[in-house]
């Protein structure tokens, strides 16, 4: 399991401990230093089933500073995922990647279901 995470991220943190808490063996990967690609997001995305917005951290200010609400609508998801892979802080976490479930984001109910 890959543990995709910015260290200084609270919701990071949080999962971290969380994982640590249910004694969940992962491989930690620092997004800002190793960045997915793209054929690593197309993987995940295409796994996890969720709408490739759901891959971007809106809240973040890279995201806010490209005006990325306005142009997201009109790219295509290549356009989308080729931008992710350009910088890690447009992608939201942390991730989880297990062979066969992507988790995006932390929410404990569904780590809980996904991985316990």
Do not use: Q
């Amino acid at each position: 399991m890959i543990f995709i995470e910015y260290p200084k991220c609270s919701t990071c943190v949080k999962a971290k401990k969380w994982l640590d808490d249910h004694g969940i063996e992962y491989t930690d990967r620092h997004i800002k230093e190793e960045n997915p690609t793209f054929e690593e997001l197309e993987a995940f995305w295409k796994r996890s089933g969720l709408d490739l917005k759901k891959f971007f951290n809106t809240s973040g200010l890279l995201y806010k500073s490209m005006n990325l609400k306005d142009k997201l609508p009109t790219m295509t998801d290549e356009e989308k995922l080729r931008l992710l892979a350009t910088d890690g802080m447009l992608v939201k976490r942390p991730i989880i990647v297990t062979d066969d479930t992507v988790l995006v984001g932390f929410k404990e109910a569904d780590w809980a279901n996904a991985l316990l």
